[in-house]
């Protein structure tokens, strides 16, 4: 069975920076597109970001387009989400998935393209 596990969460102020990694354990294709999604207390969960297993091909939702960057290390299995200029807002539970072997191109944004999740981590952002 394939995991996955988020780590980097925390508190920060108004205007900080955290980064998440998300790692994957053997199971994993080294070939799956990875996502990030958040959900806040009392709201849906949504998308954050994206990115293809080449690296190549990157999606953003539109709150986070320029404060956000998501990368990822093959080698290491590993993906990772940049949170620079955190806002409150930002608040929620960061959760990465992975897909099944895809094209190295595909970055999926819906969350059904995902089959692989973390247990999340928590983001605390002070106004």
């Known amino acids: 069975q394939a995991q996955l596990k988020e780590s980097g969460g925390g508190l920060m102020q108004t205007g900080g920076s955290l980064r998440l990694s998300c790692a994957a354990s053997?199971?994993?294709?080294?070939?799956?597109?990875v996502g990030w999604f958040r959900q806040a207390p009392g709201k849906e969960r949504e998308f954050v970001a994206a990115?293809?297993?080449?690296?190549?091909?990157?999606h953003y939702t539109d709150s986070v387009k320029g404060r956000f960057t998501v990368y990822r290390d093959n080698v290491m299995d590993t993906a990772y989400l940049q949170m620079n200029s955190l806002k409150p807002e930002d608040t929620a539970i960061y959760y990465c998935a992975a897909t099944p072997p895809v094209w190295r191109g595909y970055a999926a944004t819906a969350s059904s393209a995902y089959n692989y999740w973390g247990q999340g981590t928590q983001v605390t952002v002070s106004s």
């Open positions: 990115i293809s297993w080449s690296g190549e091909v990157t």
């Open positions: 053997t199971g994993t294709s080294g070939s799956s597109a």
